[in-house]
């Protein structure tokens, strides 16, 4: 494949204190790459560079659905390969039509792999001798060897050697005279279901023949995955591919899993990956879904003083159900604690109502909290997510939304990007931003109105504690100023929830927030901007 990079530099080189790359360049060759990136990092994978995927035991596979879960995490890989270790089926019989039926629904499910899959047996698939010749006449020989690009694989009948001597003496044999073969393979590697270093000799017929500085050996069975050098072998025993697994904590290795093997020059890099950890296109989908499920716009969070009824509106997005709970904490309200619980379909939408009356002058704001559980359909975990506490502002009219708006300058996307300022959205993607600080927003509310209260949200990052540095100004005829918040000083973080400022009731027609620093960068930021109307309490 032709690979065509363009790169924009100054004066048409690259500073990189190397040498001067010109704009444009294609390439056709990992070497030719290697030149362009000026050698940043090690140079890229070789020509026959490749991967392959190795994984263990499915034993218990028809009472479960680990199989489908597990080829369905391989592919997304893209390996060149797939090499199993045995324990494919269930086995323990002499039923021959039950065999046929275990290997016919289990070849079903590798036939949805997007990679060759080759066959290894183990105890459960070749248990007694009516077994093995079952396997031996679907599949050909349980013992076998191949090369890809320049590297030896050899795949071994280790049960089977356990248990007849003869079968043994003649396996071992035609090793030898396969190892030979391959003398000059650049890496060979072993693929069996028992880890022959426990069975002296069974190992000794390993180790006497193949080359210790070039071989690396990979075992299952035993569903626990360890590292070992025996006799300078490189061994990996894997831990479970589909069988049942108990280690959810990933400590003691018993886990669902397999290998992702990278093979270039030198010895080959083995990454142990998590079956339920591979994640694709659709969990990053989910978890849009997700975000998007449990989003509560703060423009929803509002009661009049006077009390009323809150409407908590929910969809879920996600394609499970999700149940929905929720609990009103309205301390000097009536009822003090109000608690529901729901379930949503996929794309269903559902509204609560929250009766609230005061039940004291000036009553402390409500908060709510909501709790969502779902189970995660890639990995069939169920999850619980809390949101963070929302306050029910006092809202009686936001005063702000779509009113003409001017600024000292914009930062980004274009000269109008201060109207995101007043657009009724309180998300961090949509701001208006300026830099260096200080810099100033103000905002005409086409007439004047009673104010005593004005609420400013800033881009909030949690991680970076970012906080900012401003006042707030009315005026009545935007000449005359006066400061009704001074958060000059402020060395708070930012949330979500922004910054709620109270005065006395004054009549003005123009707002002006003047920013003055950004703890993050010298940019300042106005996610929203809101005033209030002063109310009459009855």
Known sequence: MRLTVCLFVLSGMLLSGVGCIPQHISTETPQELSWMTASRGRAPNSD??????????????????????????????????????????????????????????????IAKLDAPFFYCVGNHDVTNPVMRSAFVERYGRSFYSFNYKGRHFI???????????????????????????????????????????????????????????????FNGQTHDLMYLETDGFATYNMGPGAAIATDTAHTLGNFRMFANVSVDEGQPTVAILPVDEVLGTNFAKLAAAARKTIEVDASDLGISRAGGTYTLRRTNYLPVPV?????????????????????????????????????????PKAELFLEYEFTVPQTQRKVTLKTEQWELNYFEKNLTTFKPVTCSSSELRSEKSMEYAVDGIVDNYSYWGAKPYPQWLRVDLDKPHKLNTIQVFTVYQLAQKRYYQYTVEVSADGENWTQVADMSTNTTPATHKGDMHKFAPRMARYIKVNMLYNSANPGVHIVELRAFEAQTVK
């Open 48 to 109: 026959d560079a490749f991967s392959f995927v190795v994984v263990g035991d499915g034993t218990g596979w028809q009472a479960s659905t680990d199989w489908p879960r597990t080829i369905e995490r391989i592919n997304l890989l893209k390996p060149d390969f797939v090499m199993s270790l045995g324990g494919l089926i269930e086995g323990e019989t002499e039923d021959l039509a039950e065999l046929a039926k275990q290997w016919d629904q289990f070849d079903a499910m």
């Open 155 to 217: 795949v071994l009948d280790s049960h089977t050697a356990m248990t007849d001597e003869a079968f043994a003496v003649k396996q071992y044999a035609w090793l030898k005279r396969d190892v030979a073969a391959a003398a000059g393979a650049k890496q060979i590697f072993v693929f069996c279901n028992m880890p022959l270093r426990r069975y002296t000799r069974h190992w000794r017929e390993l180790r006497d023949t193949l080359p210790v500085e070039r071989t690396t050996i």
């Open 323 to 363: 149940k929905i709970s929720a609990v009103m904490d309205a301390s000097g309200w009536a009822p003090k604690i109000a608690r529901t619980e729901f379930t949503l379909a996929p794309g269903e939408s559902a509204e609560m109502a929250f009766p609230l009356k005061p039940v004291i002058d000036d009553p």
